[in-house]
């Protein structure tokens, strides 16, 4: 059984940093390499908005509103995806789900950390 659970959220002032993990299990390294990695988020009352993406290839793809403040990163060796936030903005207020695509897994989801910005 695949499980994605993420880790890292909390309450951070603006301009603040935090660092999301999202560590899997039950998924062998050959799978794990060839998916594709993300971070959604989802705040009350919106639909839920990709957050960052990263390709096998290591090819990465971020939303307009993060560009330049989030990094999305994987280590392999601990099947673990990151998202190193930086100068958080209190919109950056959200619930993040981690998420793996592959052939033989289908889509699969983290159960979300909570990750408020306020003063």
């Known amino acids: 059984q695949v499980q994605l659970v993420e880790s890292g959220g909390g309450l951070v002032q603006p301009g603040g940093s935090l660092r999301l993990s999202c560590k899997t299990s039950?998924?062998?390294?050959?799978?794990?390499?060839?998916?594709?990695k993300g971070w959604y988020r989802q705040a009350p009352g919106k639909q839920r908005e990709l957050v960052a993406s990263?390709?096998?290839?290591?090819?990465?793809n971020y939303a307009d509103s993060v560009r330049g403040r989030f990094a999305i990163s994987v280590d392999n060796a601990r099947k673990t995806v990151y998202l190193q936030m930086n100068n958080l903005l209190p919109e950056d207020t959200a619930v993040y789900y981690c998420?793996?695509?592959?052939?033989?897994?289908?889509?699969?989801w983290g159960q979300g950390t909570q990750v408020t910005v306020s003063s």
């Open positions: 998420n793996l695509k592959a052939p033989s897994t289908g889509d699969r």
């Open positions: 039950g998924i062998i390294l050959s799978v794990f390499g060839p998916a594709v």
């Open positions: 990263i390709s096998p290839g290591a090819d990465t």
